[in-house]
């Protein structure tokens, strides 16, 4: 989570998933983050989930195999990754250095994450400074990251020809990407509002409170596209590219039209599934209504593969009361193309070195 800022250097941002693998080359400039390629492949089967790299020789070969056709090598390499088992917190300390703030959170860490510390990997990073009781405070995000997960992925980047530099997790990586995307969609402006930017990806979803630039909250979810495709194939016996036509197939998943129909069972299904989705999204939404009850949420921001679902926005407004986007557009990353799939790569690339 500790990254330098030098402007102008090319970089790989790999964003491994347990479906989809994407990958951007470029580099961030002072108008902006200039992409120069991004592309994207299947996941060979069984060899990541969840965060965790489970045959890193085969998954290997084949992103070696496609950054080769795409003229892609040597570098510095930035990964980012996404994973249930990583636990943050956001700790209120009293303003200190960053070493200070190391050597408080090596004897304070147990109140708050109770766990075998010697298995994991502890970042910081300070996000916010706020006034109490006439002190000023620092609010300090907290990851601790199973050292497992690092070192595979070290050496994952390291038999990819590339050089490893910076391990991100999707949240900062999102966070990242809102403060330096200038507008979204062409009307909305990040640091003006309380956003919740929800990635729907495949294993899992990722919630990240946004208020004005800083971040709040961030939480993994275990359901995602996976969850969804399972229930389909179960309810209605189809598979593979079967599951994918009847997701595109639908015209507006937040509305069923009256009468049978086989296209309307498939959309009711895969609204219910997304509902159970939302359910779990709404515990987060209410944890942090009791945290920050003065800052609302007032946008939801949409992005990752469940996005693409014709409707979703409408069924995430219904259901939270709250204005909902799929992320299509910024202003400031060049070029554009379909930037919705390449967020979290987006956001690697970026380095930043403040609160």
């Known amino acids: 989570m500790k990254v330098f800022s030098f402007l102008g250097s090319s970089i790989t941002a790999v964003d491994l998933g347990s479906y989809e693998t994407k990958i951007i080359a470029g580099k ?12 994207s492949f299947l996941t060979p089967p069984n060899t990541y989930d969840n965060g965790y790299i489970e045959d890193g020789f085969k998954l290997a070969a084949v992103v070696r195999e496609e950054l080769a056709k795409n003229n892609i090598s040597g570098g510095t390499c930035h990964i980012t990754v996404k994973s249930t088992s990583i636990l943050t917190r956001e700790i209120l300390l009293p303003k200190l250095s960053d070493k200070d703030i190391e050597g408080l959170l090596h004897y304070q860490m147990e109140e708050h994450l109770p766990m075998d510390f010697s298995k994991y990997v502890i970042q910081h990073k300070a996000i916010e400074r ?11 995000l907290v990851a601790a990251v199973p050292k497992e997960l690092v070192e595979t992925h070290y050496d994952f980047v390291r038999k990819l020809g ?15 990407f809102l403060n330096h995307a200038g507008s979204v969609n062409g009307s909305l402006y990040p640091q003006d509002k309380t956003i919740a930017a929800i990635d729907l990806g495949y294993s899992s979803s990722n919630v990240t409170i946004i208020s004005e630039g800083k971040a709040k909250l ?16 179960s309810l209605t016996g189809l598979s593979g590219g079967e599951i994918k ?6 015209i507006d998943v937040s509305t069923v039209q009256e009468g049978y129909s086989e296209q309307n069972r498939y959309t009711n299904i895969v609204k219910t599934s997304i509902e159970g989705i939302m ?8 944890y942090y209504a009791s945290k920050e009850p003065e800052k609302r949420l007032e946008v939801l921001l949409l992005y990752g593969g469940l996005s693409r679902i014709r409707g979703i ?22 070029p554009n193309g379909d930037i919705n799939a390449y967020v979290n790569c ?6 930043d070195n403040g609160v």
């Open 313 to 334: 926005d409408n069924l995430f407004s219904g259901y939270f009361n709250i204005p909902a986007l799929v992320l299509n557009s910024t202003s400031r990353i060049y």
């Open 162 to 176: 590339l050089k490893p530099e910076v391990m991100d997790y999707q949240s900062n990586s999102i966070w990242k």
């Open 218 to 233: 961030n939480r993994a979810i275990d359901s995602g596209g996976y969850s969804l495709d399972k229930n389909i194939s």
């Open 28 to 39: 961030q400039e002072r108008e902006g983050i200039s992409v120069k390629k991004a592309f």
């Open 130 to 140: 706020i006034t109490e009781d006439g002190k000023e405070k620092l609010n300090v």
């Open 346 to 351: 987006a956001g690697a690339l970026i380095r």
């Open 245 to 250: 036509a009847c997701k595109q197939g639908i």
């Open 279 to 286: 359910d779990k999204i709404d515990k987060v939404f209410k």
